[in-house]
């Protein structure tokens, strides 16, 4: 599709520098829920596909807990398309020059439901700064989209004691917009 071309070939910031591709998404263009990570990582880089290292194996297992797939269920995008070096957080400028690909994106996907995975995602979204710990359990909104923030899975793999608290988190979106 054009967007996905266009992120590909798109050269708006300095991560475009060090990548070997853009990674612009995966899943159900149709879906009612739409998750929204940080960045690709290695792994990514080298495939073209968000979610797919050690993080994606858990977002994937997560899922499945609620009966979904990523492939039927979500779509999933990142908030930022390229790569940043040795996974560091994307920076301010570099997640606002992407925005616009990401907010195109939930124009066509047209979810009823955005799950912001971590902080940089949450940035992208609500365009401020929130605390995870502080921001989850409670609705905010892009547009009249509600939004649920939870941790990103690459820092569940770190601190495995959250696990319990971002399965409330998927627990309370399904509240908010049942899928099944
Ligand atoms: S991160 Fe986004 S804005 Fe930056 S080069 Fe990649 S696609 Fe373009």
Redesign the pocket.
Known sequence: MQLDAD?RA????S??EKRKQ?VPGTGNRNARWMLVGEGPGAEEDRLGEPFVGQAGKLLDNMLAALGLTREADVFIANA???RPPHNRTPEAD?LA??RP?LLRQIELVEPDLLIALGRPAALALLEREINIGAARGKPHSYRDIPVVVTYHPAYLLRNPQDKGKAWEDLCFARRLVPLK
């Open positions: 992120i798109c050269q708006a910031c991560l475009c853009a930022v398309k390229c570099e020059a992407c690909y």
